[in-house]
Nanobody, 124 residues
Framework: QVQLVESGGGLVQVGGSLRLSCAAS????????MGWFRQAPGKDREFVAG????????SYADSVKGRFTISRDNAKNTMYLQMNSLKPEDTALYRC?????????????????WGQGTQVTVSS
């Protein structure tokens, strides 16, 4: 089991940028596929982006392609989500998640460990 702590959320205007971080408390961070998910009030949790154990492969939801970039630094046990050109519909609680293995999944149920989340609010 790995503990995950997100940071970097906040209030930003439309078109602005934020960088989220997810710090993992494990010595084997590079053995986990990682993902970012978000959940807005009254909506289901949705996949935002995922990254392979090495960081060499990434996957994005269509709604964030070209605007968000996922990355990781295995030496620092940290994953990032750079969010640019933010829109009001990006407003949500953003949570990072980890799963053992090598496969990407967009389904939240495939991930084993979750952080508490960091709130992102985009004002128009």
């Amino acid at each position: 089991q790995v503990q995950l702590v997100e940071s970097g959320g906040g209030l930003v205007q439309v078109g602005g940028s934020l960088r989220l971080s997810c710090a993992a408390s494990t010595r084997t961070f590079n053995s986990y596929v990682m993902g970012w998910f978000r959940q807005a009030p009254g909506k289901d949790r949705e996949f935002v982006a995922g990254i392979s154990r090495s960081g060499g492969s990434t996957s994005y939801a269509d709604s964030v392609k070209g605007r968000f970039t996922i990355s990781r630094d295995n030496a620092k046990n940290t994953m990032y989500l750079q969010m640019n050109s933010l829109k009001p519909e990006d407003t949500a609680l953003y949570r990072c998640a980890a799963r053992s293995g090598t496969a990407f999944y967009t389904a939240p149920g495939k991930y084993d460990d979750w952080g508490q989340g960091t709130q992102v609010t985009v004002s128009s």
